[in-house]
């Protein structure tokens, strides 16, 4: 398994404009996670999901933010508009109910100009 | 309200010696918690847990102490090494398998 891929790994974008990140989790994790780390906040949890089904979106900080995952093999976190302070680096992860916790993804720095 | 913390951003340990990195929470229904390791331009990874029922676990250099009482965890890590040098996470999982992590500590060990 080639764990949880994240794509691209950097994005540089101007204020305004739509940025997609995406995610493929591991196959047969029943969960997905979306996250995003900063200096001030760490690791904040945006949203997740169960099988496919938002669960908790209470984390996505503004109305710009939404995320899918149409498929057990695919996620997806778009930021529309997006503004400067977005820039942080983004992780999608995913979980099994293992006592090892998450397995996350190498990350999508974004820089948002 | 950040219900898993770790209160020093950064740690300076000199190679040899031994690192202690802590973290607090406030939630007593926790059951199970976990340390993470970053490098830089990588994702998170696991390194060590442990259940709310014991109050050490130990795999190598790294050891990680509970006191439930005082909602204290702390990971040791003796000799720390170079390699050491990364962001931790301390993480607190509920009974849904929910994890929350803590900010953060950077160690830098310096040969």
């Known amino acids: 398994d080639a764990g949880v891929i994240q794509s691209p790994r950097h994005e540089v974008t101007e204020m305004g404009q739509e940025v997609t990140l995406r995610c493929k989790p591991i196959?047969?994790?029943?969960?997905l996670f979306w996250y995003r780390q900063t200096m001030m906040r760490g690791l904040e949890l945006l949203i997740y999901?169960?099988?496919?089904?938002?669960?908790?979106d209470s984390g996505m900080p503004e109305d710009r933010f939404s995320a899918k995952m149409p498929n057990a093999s695919f996620s997806t976190l778009k930021i529309q508009p997006s503004e400067p302070r977005d820039s942080a680096v983004y992780f999608c992860a995913t979980g099994g109910g293992t006592i090892y916790g998450y397995t996350f993804g190498s990350g999508t720095r974004l820089t948002v100009v | 309200d950040q219900q898993v913390k770790q209160n020093s951003p950064s740690l300076s340990v000199q190679e040899g010696r031994i690192s202690i990195l802590n973290c607090d929470y406030t939630?007593?229904?926790?059951?199970?918690f976990l340390w993470y390791k970053k490098y830089p331009a990588e994702g998170p990874t696991f390194l060590i847990s442990i259940s709310s029922i014991k109050d050490k676990n130990e795999d190598g250099r790294f050891t990680v102490f509970l006191n439930k009482s005082a909602k204290h965890l702390s990971l040791h890590i003796v000799p720390s090494q170079p390699g050491d040098s990364a962001v931790y996470f301390c993480?607190?999982?509920?009974?849904?398998?929910?994890?929350?992590f803590g900010g953060g500590t950077r160690l830098m060990v310096k040969p």
């Open positions: 993480a607190a999982r509920n009974a849904g398998n929910m994890l929350t």
């Open positions: 196959s047969g994790h029943d969960y």
């Open positions: 999901f169960n099988n496919n089904v938002p669960i908790d």
């Open positions: 939630n007593s229904m926790f059951d199970y």
